[in-house]
């Protein structure tokens, strides 16, 4: 259930305020947040801890909520996409990812290098799709901080400002790093990996453009029509 405590428009959209609520926000850790409805109106973005938008007014009251396993399952496949992308670019080339976004229609990774070619991309596009081909287990487990940065195999330091329990994502045998996304539970279901463009930004990083999953197999079958 949700508690509806308003609902204004604002800048063309209808946005409700609600009283609390667990659902992911919308951008949190570069990733989408997620859909659903609210009793029979959809809901399309979390904005932040009180307020959602829907399609349309609804007047305050509880209502039933139900989140879209299908967006929550098209997140999994692009975030965990990317964590496959980054342990190879880390583990095969010490590259660093440095930055990441998911929209809904591409992924972004940025990575501390500018001296990347399309000989560079073809091979680390090739080890990601090898490497979903061989079905390895995703788990995640919540762990104290300290704890966390004892851990020998974590791809990147956990910053300073993060507090309390930090959850762990690992990739059996690739990689392992601090997430709080959403994933799938075996890389296989990426099924297939995609860079569709790339460009040189902020001087010195590269930022791929990728997609994976479904989406990479309808825009396939967009371009061959």
């Known amino acids: 259930m949700i508690n509806i405590?308003?609902?204004?428009?604002?800048n063309n959209s209808w946005i409700v305020e609600v009283g609390s609520h667990e659902l992911y926000i919308d951008g949190k850790g570069g990733q989408n947040g997620d859909e659903g409805f609210i009793g029979n109106t959809r809901f399309t973005k979390v904005l932040n801890e009180n307020r959602l938008v829907v399609e349309k007014d609804i007047s305050p009251g509880k209502y039933s909520l139900h989140i879209?396993?299908?967006?929550?399952?098209?997140?999994?496949?692009?975030?965990?996409?990317q964590h496959l992308f980054s342990a190879i670019a880390y583990n095969e080339y010490g590259l660093n990812t440095v930055g990441f976004r998911m929209t809904e229609t591409y992924t972004t990774v940025d990575l501390d290098s500018k001296d990347l070619n399309d000989n560079f991309?073809?091979?680390?596009?090739?080890?990601i799709n090898l490497a979903i081909g061989e079905g390895k287990r995703i788990s995640t487990a919540t762990i104290k901080r300290e704890e966390a940065n004892s851990i020998q195999t974590l791809r990147k330091k956990i910053s300073d400002k993060v507090v309390g329990d930090v959850r762990i994502v690992t990739i059996d045998s690739l990689d392992t790093s601090a997430c709080a996304g959403y994933h799938v539970s075996n890389i296989s279901e990426?099924?297939?990996?995609?860079?569709?463009?790339?460009?040189?930004i902020k001087g010195n990083y590269t930022r791929f453009y990728f997609l994976a999953g479904e989406r990479a197999i309808q825009d396939f079958i967009k371009k061959i029509k």
Do not use: P, T, Y
């Open 121 to 127: 991309i073809d091979k680390l596009e090739e080890k």
């Open 5 to 10: 405590l308003s609902c204004f428009k604002e």
């Open 68 to 81: 879209d396993k299908n967006v929550v399952f098209d997140i999994g496949v692009q975030h965990s996409a």
């Open 190 to 200: 990426i099924r297939i990996f995609k860079i569709i463009n790339f460009e040189k």
